[in-house]
């Protein structure tokens, strides 16, 4: 069983950055493929980025470029340093784990099997 929980949400003006974390249970840590999804209110949860167990990453065309994730192995954390924030990135924002590396349609939420509870991200104009 993992648990993943997720914190550094809040309140941002557009333009600014924000990070939000993941910390995660677990001993086999470094070998999940880890990633994070969000959901604005009134729409579908849309993938955001994920990061395979050896780093390498992969994100949605509306955030590349100004969104960046990453892993510390050794604190069983992920990480989403979002910059250039805009009103359209306000949402929950979900960490995601896979046991055994990234999962094969990894831009798709129901193929992952672990989430975390969200963390609200509030971009204001």
């Known amino acids: 069983q993992v648990q993943l929980v997720e914190s550094g949400g809040g309140l941002v003006q557009a333009g600014g950055s924000l990070r939000v974390s993941c910390a995660a249970s677990?001993?086999?840590?470094?070998?999940?493929?880890v990633g994070w999804f969000r959901q604005a209110p009134g729409k579908e949860r849309e993938f955001v980025a994920a990061i395979s167990s050896t780093g390498l990453s992969y994100y949605a065309v509306a955030v590349k470029g100004r969104f960046t994730g990453s892993r510390d192995n050794a604190k069983n954390t992920v990480y989403l340093q979002m910059t250039s924030l805009k009103p359209e990135d306000t949402a929950v924002y979900y960490c995601v784990a896979n046991l055994l590396g990234l999962p094969a349609n990894w831009a798709t939420s129901r193929t992952w099997y672990y989430w975390g509870q969200g963390t609200q991200v509030t971009v204001s104009s």
């Open positions: 677990g001993r086999t840590f470094s070998s999940y493929g």
